[in-house]
């Protein structure tokens, strides 16, 4: 399963992202705003082995890699699932990008992109998102993608902004 973007393809994750998702998950850069840094691959791999059972659970939702189109570079990861992986929730969107490619627009393209397959494959109308209360970026792009800010929660024990938008 695989969609794109001006200059994205989003692809489910595979086992053999490890690699690049165990180089972000200990990246304190990339995971400043998000959760605290691994430093053994074992919560990674308990991580994956959690998404790729919930993608199989629930064909066309899951945590996809973020890739240029023409797949030559793994440029980050996004979540397009059920919130907390339980399918009666609300539908989350989220991304994660590697340094090197923040501060581009690509957040944005891909946020923007995430809803359109929701609502084009599924007919979802409500999204919701988190952004740590003071990651300035990510609170910018979901105000970009028309979110709003609904209230306030603690996600991976950090307080985060809960955003929503609605079609």
């Not at 990510?138 to 993608?145: I, P």
């Amino acid at each position: 399963m695989q969609f794109q973007s001006d200059r994205l393809s989003f692809r489910l994750i595979q086992d053999g992202d490890f690699q690049n998702i165990y180089r972000l998950q200990s990246d304190p850069v990339a995971m400043h705003f998000i959760r605290p840094v691994v430093t053994d691959e074992t919560p990674v791999r308990e991580r994956m082995a959690l998404w790729a059972k919930y993608a199989a659970e629930n064909p066309g939702f899951g945590v996809w890699a973020i890739e240029s189109v023409d797949g030559q570079q793994f440029m980050g990861y996004c979540v397009f699932r059920h919130l907390h992986f339980q399918p009666d929730n609300d539908v989350e969107i989220g991304y994660t990008l590697s340094k090197e490619f923040t501060g581009k627009g690509l957040a944005t393209e891909a946020a923007h992109r995430l809803m359109q397959y929701g609502r084009e494959a599924f007919g979802i109308k409500n999204f919701v998102a988190y952004t740590n209360q003071l990651n300035l970026a990510s609170n910018r792009v979901l105000e970009k993608c028309g979110f709003k800010k609904v209230g306030e929660e603690v996600v991976n024990d950090i307080n985060s902004f809960r955003w929503e938008i609605q079609f």
